[in-house]
């Protein structure tokens, strides 16, 4: 295994909620999953980011999909793990805080869309775990403004931004406002109110978001869960090889 390179960090996002039809090199069963997750950690990716499926390729919470996804998963990497807890991967908000108070093997990390209802729920009992949580914000959406006023929101680990259209000032402007910082910006490169920041994009704005997330300091995303192709518009064989394109830049 090879050591991530230096700089922001860069997460692996290396399947998401893909089905079968849009590419063959989009993993599923937990020995793809390992393998791809592997490959991404000794191409310098940082953490992998991964969404457990069924056998049938739904997404799902269950201990007995979420448990040997990551057994597998960390027999091969070393490096923290995330897993999204949305309403794509279990649609009711009670069974899903069911599902998270039912796991035997817990991720480091595990995202929460704060958009989504349940979101407060899922999260509170994503730390009575001890699982750390990422919340997944939206500039210009309500779901900044009602995690702002969380009594959750001084225990999240990191903030996710789906980067918005507009100069990266715009974007710096509202990772200062989303923590009441000072008006000049000043605080540690990469946080948000003390709180570390991950911006990312999807589909055509992944490569870009990328870029922003490099400017401004802050952590990075890539992997076919958010793009199918490489900066160059070619079709990316694997999430480890836009890990290297996403590296290159440097």
């Known amino acids: 295994m090879t050591r991530p390179g230096a700089g922001p960090p860069l997460q692996a996002a290396v399947n998401g909620a893909r089905g079968p039809g849009e590419s063959a090199a989009v993993p599923r069963d937990p020995a793809a999953l390992a393998a791809a997750a592997a490959e991404a950690v000794a191409a310098g990716a940082h953490e992998v980011r ?3 499926r069924t056998p049938c390729g739904a997404g799902s919470l269950s ?6 996804a990551l057994t597998a998963v960390r027999r ?8 999204p807890a949305d309403a794509w991967a279990e649609p009711d908000p009670e069974r899903r805080v069911a599902r998270i108070r ?43 403004v009602l995690f702002a006023r969380s009594p959750l929101a001084p225990r999240v680990r990191r903030i996710a931004v ?11 402007a509202w990772l200062r406002a989303l923590a009441a910082g000072p008006e ?8 948000c109110g003390g709180v570390p920041v991950l911006v990312y994009g999807t589909g055509a704005a992944a490569w870009p978001a990328l870029r922003r997330a490099r400017r401004l300091g802050v952590a990075g995303r890539i992997g076919l869960e ?25």
């Open 102 to 144: 039912s796991w035997e093997t817990l991720p480091e990390l595990a995202s929460v869309a704060w958009h989504e209802p349940g979101a407060e729920e899922t999260a509170a009992a994503l730390l009575a775990r001890g699982v750390a949580v990422e919340a997944g914000l939206r500039p210009g959406a309500p779901d900044p």
């Open 184 to 191: 000049d910006g000043s605080g540690s490169a990469g946080r």
């Open 162 to 172: 789906e980067a918005p259209a507009g100069p990266d000032g715009d974007l710096a």
């Open 226 to 250: 958010d793009t199918l192709l490489l900066p160059d518009g070619t079709r990316a064989r694997s999430t480890a090889e836009q890990v290297r394109a996403a590296l290159s830049w440097r």
């Open 63 to 68: 201990p007995r999909v979420v448990g040997p």
């Open 76 to 83: 091969l990497v070393r490096v923290p793990v995330t897993v």
């Open 50 to 52: 991964l969404r457990p």
